[in-house]
T-cell receptor, first 118, second 112 residues
């Protein structure tokens, strides 16, 4: 049973370009979370999605960032017009349960996508 | 708001030494508390958890006790191994929130 798959593992973009990060959750999981880790900082929550719905995007920057989790296919985190401050590791995690029943607290993480903006 | 503060790293120890990584939290009510571990080149994985005061979580020789009075959840291990070298994240989940809040992570290196 494959774990959470993220790609690309490493992505280099020039300022002003777009970055697209993909996340395929574990089989049977319908909840996806995106976290960002800036250099020397902790994990910061960005967005929580279920299939075709954004449940909580309180951690998403108001501009340039968007996320989706379509009925078919992976979840995608999209960053438009990247700037150097977007350089970070972006982690995706999945869960089979809603927050209300997330009493195990176990999120299953991918290995991350490391974005470098030149 | 809710937050987690953990011991800054890096922490370097010799094999078989005793380990403590401090973690304190700020939250109203009774959050659930977790330790996640990230081995080199891998994603995070749950190490242990505690869901109420005085609970002790344990796994792979690691332990942490949920202390409501000191709002702490310190990670301990009696005898570390080289294979324990990793980054350790303390985290909390408030229940009604939809996200788990992580600390900044503590990098642990064990010398043979």
């Amino acid at each position: 049973n494959a774990g959470v798959m993220q790609n690309p593992r490493h992505l280099v973009r020039r300022r002003g370009q777009e970055a697209r990060l993909r996340c395929s959750p574990m089989k049977g999981h319908s909840h996806v979370y995106w976290y960002r880790q800036l250099p020397e900082e902790g994990l910061k929550f960005m967005v929580y999605l279920q299939k075709e719905n954004i449940i909580d995007e309180s951690g998403m920057p108001k501009e340039r960032f968007s996320a989706e989790f379509p009925k078919e296919g992976p979840s995608i985190l999209r960053i438009q017009q990247v700037v150097r401050g977007d350089s970070a590791a972006y982690f995706c995690a999945s869960s089979p349960q809603t927050p209300v029943t997330l009493n195990t607290g176990e999120l299953f993480f991918g290995e991350g996508s490391r974005l470098t903006v030149l | 708001g809710n937050s987690v503060t953990q011991m800054e790293g890096p922490v370097t120890l010799s094999e078989e030494a005793f380990l403590t990584i401090n973690c304190t939290y700020t939250a109203t009510g009774y959050p659930s508390l977790f330790w996640y571990v990230q081995y080199p080149g891998e994603g995070l994985q749950l190490l242990l958890k505690a869901t109420k005061a005085d609970d002790k979580g344990s796994n792979k020789g690691f332990e942490a006790t949920y202390r409501k009075e000191t709002t702490s959840f310190h990670l301990e291990k009696g005898s570390v191994q080289v294979s324990d070298s990793a980054v350790y994240f303390c985290a909390l989940w408030k229940g009604s929130a939809s996200k788990i809040i992580f600390g900044s992570g503590t990098r642990l290196s064990i010398r043979p």
